[in-house]
C-alpha cells in the first residue's frame, strides 16, 4: 500500500496544474454545499422554536362585556400550546394606538369613546413549529365570543413557503455543484490516464494486474476528494468567522439564536462525500478506460 501512496503522490506531482484544479473544483462544490447546510441549520433552529411563544391578538365579538370576561379567559387559556393570556379592554387599546401615533394625527384625541373592540393578548408556544400555533388559533377562533385572531399567518404562510422553495433549490444547485465536480475529477483521470497510457500500456504487456494499474488512480481520487472538501470547509470556517459575530447578533435580537458552525457529524459527512466523490470520479472513468 506504501507503494501505491507514493506512486499516486508522485502523480500529483507530476500533473500538478490538472490535479490543483480538481481540487479547487471539489472545495469550491463543497463550499458551496456546506454553506447551504449551515444556513438550514441555523434556519431550522429558528422555526424548530425551541422554548419560544409566538404572540396573537384576539378580537371579541362586539356583544362582548367584562362579565363574560373571565369565561372567555380560562377557556382560552386552557387549549393546548396556550400559556399567557391578557385581556386588552377597547380603553387601552385605543391608549396604546394613541401612544404610538402620537405626533402624527390629531384625530384619535378627538374621539370620545373608543372604537377598538375587545381583545386578548395570548402567546402560544411554538415548539414544534409554527404549524402548532395555527392549530391553537383554529381552536381560539371557534369560540362563542371570538370575532377573529390575527397572528400574521399570511406572512408565516409566505415565509414557510420561501423557506422550503429555497431549501430545494438549494439542493438542487448543491446537486449540481457536487455533479460538475463529479465530471471534472472523471475528466482529470482521463487526461492523466492518457499522459500515461503507454506506460499503461507497457505494464500490461509485463503482465501487470488491473489492481496494480488502478491503486494509484484510486489514491489519487481519494487525495483530491479528501484535500478539496478540507479546503472547502476551511473556507467556510473562515467565512464565518468574519462575519458569524455579526449575524449572530442580528438574529439573536430577532430570535434569540446564535448561529452556529457545522456540527462535527455535518463536516463529516461533507468529508465523506468529498472523498467519495474524488473516488467515484476515478472508479468509472477506470472503468470505462481499462475495459
Known amino acids: 500500500m506504501t507503494r501505491y501512496i507514493k506512486k499516486a503522490l508522485a502523480d500529483i506531482r507530476s500533473n500538478r496544474f490538472l490535479n490543483l484544479i480538481t481540487m479547487v473544483t471539489i472545495a469550491l462544490s463543497i463550499l458551496a454545499v456546506s454553506l447551504f447546510f449551515l444556513f438550514f441549520e441555523n434556519l431550522g433552529r ?15 365579538a362586539p356583544e362582548f362585556s367584562e362579565t363574560m370576561r373571565p369565561e372567555v379567559e380560562s377557556a382560552v387559556q386552557d387549549m393546548a400550546g396556550v400559556v399567557r393570556v391578557a385581556f386588552v379592554s377597547k380603553d387601552q387599546a385605543l391608549a396604546r394606538l394613541k401612544n404610538e401615533m402620537a405626533g402624527s394625527t390629531q384625530f384619535l384625541d378627538t374621539l370620545k369613546e373608543s ?45 414557510l413557503h420561501l423557506f422550503h422553495l429555497f431549501r430545494m433549490t438549494g439542493y438542487a444547485l448543491g446537486g449540481l ?32 494486474t488491473d489492481r496494480f ?20 470547509l476551511l473556507i467556510l470556517y473562515v467565512a464565518y ?8 447578533g442580528i438574529m439573536g435580537d430577532l430570535f434569540d439564536v446564535n448561529v452556529r458552525f457545522l456540527s462535527f457529524t455535518a463536516m463529516g459527512g461533507m468529508l465523506g462525500a468529498s472523498t467519495f466523490l474524488g473516488w467515484f470520479g476515478c472508479y468509472l472513468s477506470l472503468r470505462q478506460l481499462l475495459k
Not at 429558528?46 to 371579541?60: I, N, P, W
Not at 372604537?115 to 400555533?133: N, S, Y
Not at 494499474?213 to 472547502?232: A, D, E, N, R
Open 115 to 159: 372604537p377598538l373592540p375587545h381583545a386578548l393578548e395570548i402567546q402560544i408556544q411554538t415548539r414544534d413549529g409554527f404549524e402548532q400555533m395555527a392549530a391553537a388559533v383554529e381552536q381560539i377562533e371557534s369560540l362563542e365570543m371570538v370575532e377573529s385572531v390575527e397572528y400574521g399567518e399570511k406572512w408565516l404562510a409566505r415565509f
Open 213 to 232: 494499474i488502478k491503486m494509484p488512480f484510486y489514491i489519487t481520487g481519494l487525495i483530491q476528494g479528501g484535500v478539496g472538501g478540507i479546503l472547502g
Open 46 to 60: 429558528v422555526l424548530d422554536g425551541g422554548d419560544r411563544t409566538g404572540r396573537a391578538m384576539v378580537y371579541l
Open 241 to 248: 468567522l468574519l462575519v458569524g459575530s455579526g449575524v449572530s
Open 177 to 208: 455543484f457536487l455533479l460538475i465536480a463529479f465530471f471534472i475529477t472523471a475528466s482529470t483521470v482521463r487526461l492523466v490516464f492518457y499522459t500515461r497510457q503507454s506506460e499503461v500500456e507497457i505494464m500490461r504487456l509485463v503482465g501487470a
